[in-house]
Nanobody, 125 residues
C-alpha cells in the first residue's frame, strides 16, 4: 500500500506560479511510476505529467513548457512546478502512483492504483 498526500495548491492570478508536492508514505516499488492528474468542474480527469522510474518525463500538450514534474532522490516526494498559469489550469490536482504502467497508459488514470486526496488550484484572470 502506498499513501500519497498532496499539498501546495492555492489561488493565484494569471501568469503566477505554484509548486505542488506529493509526499509518499515510503519509497517502494509501488510508486515506481508517478503522475499528476487534474480535474476541473464538469470536465473529465486529465493527465498532466508523468515521471518514469529512471527519471524520464512526459507532459500533456496543454502544459508542456510551463509545468515541470520531478521527484527527490529517495523517491519519497513528487513535485509539480507550474508556471505561467492560466484560468484553464484551474482544478483539483491529484498525484497517482503504481508499480508498473505501460507506456500507452501513462496518462490514463485508470492505470494507477494509488491516489492522493487532491489539492485545489484556482487561477483567476
Amino acid at each position: 500500500q502506498v499513501e500519497l498526500v498532496e499539498s501546495g495548491g492555492g489561488s493565484v492570478q494569471t501568469g503566477g506560479s505554484l509548486r505542488l508536492s506529493c509526499a509518499t508514505s515510503r519509497s517502494t516499488d509501488g510508486s515506481n511510476y508517478m503522475a499528476w492528474f487534474r480535474q476541473a468542474p464538469g470536465k473529465e480527469r486529465e493527465g498532466v505529467a508523468t515521471i518514469l522510474p529512471r527519471g524520464g518525463t512526459f507532459y500533456a500538450a496543454s502544459v508542456k513548457g510551463r509545468f515541470t514534474i520531478s521527484r527527490d532522490n529517495p523517491k519519497t516526494t513528487l513535485y509539480l512546478q507550474m508556471d505561467r498559469l492560466t484560468p484553464e489550469d484551474t482544478g483539483m490536482y491529484y498525484c497517482a502512483a503504481d508499480a508498473w504502467v505501460t507506456s500507452s497508459r501513462w496518462f490514463d488514470g485508470d492505470a494507477y492504483k494509488f491516489w492522493g486526496q487532491g489539492t485545489q488550484v484556482t487561477v483567476s484572470s
